[in-house]
């Protein structure tokens, strides 16, 4: 197939697909499919080999957001049935991070809902990752805690954070029909802030929201511009209570050929398949790790996951091997001696949607 020819040799230059090339992909037939994950499979291999990177999500504060985002079962004015809490402390936070870091985890995300963090919880964070790393010295963190203010990723910085999640979600279009209470424009600019205070930038998207093909490429390619270390690719997962909870739009299939775009745009980021997989991807799992090089463990924000040993077992019975800690996650023309891409940059992703 001439079209996989050319975006396996595009992938293996870094060079990027034209949009026609990557509304190709999404078009492919069920016949075409194994061809698709075999070509991207090369991409993947050619810039992270077999390695599987782990992450395990900590949410550190959960329910009654103030912002309307129609995916998120924490969201203003959600029906659905979720644990709501306020603050984690530093320590009750830590050893919720180390039964993840026991699993095989390298990462850690923190997550809290809401907005934005004040400095008061910039403050909590901070004292919550000192923790973490107290007792885990080479563990990443990656913290997403919504819109960012002036100077408060330089403070996440210093604190210790690698990384700061905030993804786009969707598409600049059709953005303002997910979310009315900020702007597409706000979360560009907190990965902005993030690159610029040398975090690691982690930004993705959420499948599954009613989207076109065209949308679901805007958005992977406006992804690529902003130059993100990671990319978590989430599967809506449409809870009850929510204005999305009829959106059951997705097939394992599609789910793979979406990854399978993403990894061609984005041939040399971690691509994380993160919220959802299990339940869209099922038993087509393990033919996504061929297109995917990083993987949550365990349980996401308000929705159980798959049990960690299930996790272990899948990714070693695929043929990959778990990330070990000492490994640097993305090739070295990205990772500059660390983990992260830019000047300054730490370590590399994580996910705030399901």
Known sequence: ?????????KGLRRETPTRAEALAVLATTDDELLDVVAAAGKVRRH????????NYLVNLKSGLCPEDCSYCSQRLGSKADILKYTWLKPDEASQAAAAGLA???KRVCLVASGRGPTDRDVDRVSDTIKAIKEQNEDVEVCACLGLLSDGQAERLREAGADAYN??????????GEITTTHTYADRVDTVRKAHAAGLS?????IAGMGETDEDLVDVVFSLRELDPDSVPVNFLIPFEGTPLAKEWNLTPQRCLRILAMVRFVCPDVEVRIAGGREVHLRTMQPLALHLA???FLGDYLTS?????????????????EVEGAGEVTLPEHRAGGGCGSHAGGGACGSHDGA
């Open 166 to 175: 905030h993804n786009l979600n969707t598409s600049e279009s059709t953005y």
């Open 304 to 320: 159980e996951g798959q049990a960690g040993k299930a996790d272990l077992e899948m990714i070693a019975d695929a043929g990959f």
């Open 103 to 105: 699993g095989g985890a």
């Open 201 to 205: 930038a982690c930004s993705g998207l």
């Open 293 to 295: 090089n990083s993987v």
């Open 47 to 54: 810039w992270f080999g077999r390695r599987v990177k782990l």
């Open 1 to 9: 197939m001439d079209l996989l020819n050319t975006l396996v040799d």
